[in-house]
């Protein structure tokens, strides 16, 4: 089987480092011979690992141990939960109230007031505004 460039370069760390089996080797190897842009960056690897090769600076005391705590999910408590949902039917329900006050209905007899677009601009002839009015007015025609 023949191997693509996709394969190689997902491999091409574990090559340089030894850790492929000998058929991987092979394959890797095969396709480094023919292909000029995974030796590029196998060429670039190469210089990564030996730049990070001569980095000298000791590491912070406890320095693994303190990426693994923070890599772990954090305990959510079940009244965390709680509250999320909480808040969000509070804000549901208190966004519907005040969506009903600013935009009353008109009722059956009439009564409840429903401001008309054209109340609040004078639109052009062809624009939108125009456009939305006159269909408003068909609706409240009863048409």
Request: no cysteine.
């Given at each position: 089987?023949?191997?693509?460039c996709k394969q190689a370069r997902e491999r091409l760390s574990a090559w340089l480092d030894g850790e492929l089996e000998a058929q991987e080797r092979r394959e890797v190897a095969a396709h480094l011979e023919i292909c000029p842009e995974c030796r590029g960056e196998l060429a670039l690897l190469s210089r990564l690992d030996a730049?990070?090769?001569?980095?000298?600076?000791?590491?912070?005391?406890r320095l693994p141990e303190k990426v693994l705590e923070r890599l772990?999910?954090?305990?959510?408590?079940?009244?965390?939960?709680?509250?999320?949902?909480?808040?969000?039917?509070?804000?549901?329900?208190?966004?519907?109230?005040?969506?009903?006050?600013?935009?009353?209905y008109?009722?059956?007899?009439g009564e409840g007031e429903v401001l008309a677009?054209?109340?609040?601009?004078?639109?052009?002839?062809?624009?939108?505004?125009?456009?939305?009015?006159?269909?408003?007015?068909?609706?409240?025609?009863?048409?």
């Open positions: 089987m023949k191997t693509t730049a990070l090769g001569t980095l000298e600076a000791p590491l912070p005391p772990r999910p954090r305990r959510r408590y079940w009244w965390q939960s709680l509250a999320m949902a909480a808040s969000l039917v509070l804000g549901i329900a208190l966004g519907s109230i005040l969506a009903r006050d600013y935009y009353p008109a009722t059956a007899n677009l054209e109340e609040f601009h004078d639109f052009p002839e062809g624009s939108l505004g125009a456009v939305m009015v006159s269909y408003q007015g068909d609706e409240i025609n009863g048409s």
